[in-house]
C-alpha cells in the first residue's frame, strides 16, 4: 500500500459538508468514488478538518492507501477526470510516508472568512460570501477580535454537536482585513472547534455594526455559555485555506 | 421625464449577452422588466458597452428615462428587489442631465479578461474564468501586447458581425499581469470593435503557451485580416469594469 496526499479545492455549495452522509452528496464522498473507479479498492480518505455542509475548501489536505501502482501525477489526473462535474479539484498529489496522517500529523489549521459588506444583492458570489447590508466598523472588528487571542475555554463559540474533548482551545490569529467593500477575517489555530469560526465572526459582525461593543467579545469568552453566543455566521463565507504540518 | 443613469453588475453565465434577444434571456431585459414593474413604464435602456453571452459587468453604466416621481435610492432598492433572483445587482442610481448618455457621452471602456493557468479544473469560477492548463509565459505575452497599443486597423481582431464603421481603433492599454497561476489582460480604449478584447486575449495566449512569437502579434495586425486570427479567446474570462464619461 502507498499513501497518497492531496491537496483539495472545492466550492462546498452543493455539499453537505466534508465527510460522508447518508441524505446527500459529500466531497469525501465524491473522492472515494472517484478513487474506486481508478483503483477498483475502496479506499478511505481522511482529511485535515472536517467541512461544514456549504463551507469552502481552497487546500484541504487528506490522504489514502492505495495498492494500484500509479504515478502521484497520474492518479492526480485521473481524479480530476473521474470528479467532473463536481467542483471538486485536485491541485496536487504526493506519495507520503505510511505514518503520516492527514488529520493526526496537522499542528495548524488557517480559515478565512469572506464578507461582502454592502447593501445591494450578491451576483458572482452566491453562496460565497456573507453579505451584511449593514456598514461595517472593521477597526471595531479588529479591537474585539483581540479579545479571543491566545488559550481560553471557547465554550460560548462552539456548536452543541461538537466532538472535541475539551473546550479549550489556543487561538493564534483572528485578523480583520478591509479592503474596499470586502472584509476578510483570517482565523489560525493548531485546532478549532466546531462552529468557532462561525461564531466569532458572527459575533464580531455585531462588534461592527454596533450592536455589541468590543469588549462584549470578552464578555461573551467569560461567559463560557453557548447562551451569550450573539450570531453564529453563515457556512458562506467560510473557507479552509491551508493545514501545517 | 427624470433620467437615471445606473451602475450594473451582473454575471454573465445565464445570459444571452447585454442586449434583448428574442430567443434567450439578456441583462437589459431584466433590468427593463423590474423597472415596469416598478414604474408602469416602458423604459429603454441604454448602457455603455453591449457584452455578448457570458460575458460579465462590474460596473456597467446604463441609463433610462422615468416620469415617476421617485428618489434614486428608491429605485435602486426597488430594482435590487425585483432582480431576484436574476444574478444583477444596481451598485448605483443617480439622476443625471438630460443630454447626458450612456453610451454616446461615454469616452472611455475599461474591461479586464481573467486566466486561470492551472492543470486543475475550475470550482469555484466555472464560466468565470478561461481557463488555460498549459503553462503560459505572460512576460512574452505583456511583449506581445505592447505592439498593439496605439491607432491601428484592427480588422484581424474584429468579428464578422462587427457593426462599427471603421476598424481604425485607438487603444490606450493592454497590460499582462500574472498573480501567481492568474493572468490578468487589462485593456482600455475609447472604444472597442465586437470580440476585439477576446481576438487580442486569445492571440497573447498563443504567445503564451509559445506557439506564437511576441513579434506575431505585429504581423496579425498589419495583415488587417480575420482570416489572422490565431484564436478567440472564450467570453468567460471577459469583465466590463468601467465606463469614463
Redesign the interface.
Known sequence: MTRFAFTV???GRPFMGWQRQAHGPSVQQAIEEALERITSERAVLHCAGRTDAGV?GLAMRAHADIAKDITPFRL??AL?AH??PD?????ACEVVADDWHARFSCVGRAYVYHILN???????E?G?VWQVPQPLDAIAMAEGAAYLIGRHDFTTFRSAHCQAESPVKSLDRLDVVREGDRIAVHAEARSFLHHQVRSMVGCLALVGMGSWTPADMAAALTAKDRGALGLNAPPDGLYFVKAKY
Do not use: G, Q
Not at 454592502?118 to 458572482?124: G, H, K, Q, S
Open positions: 479545492e472545492f466550492d469552502h492526480m489526473e480530476n470528479l467532473k467542483p471538486v479539484a485536485i491541485l454592502r447593501r445591494a444583492p450578491l451576483t458572482f452566491k460565497l
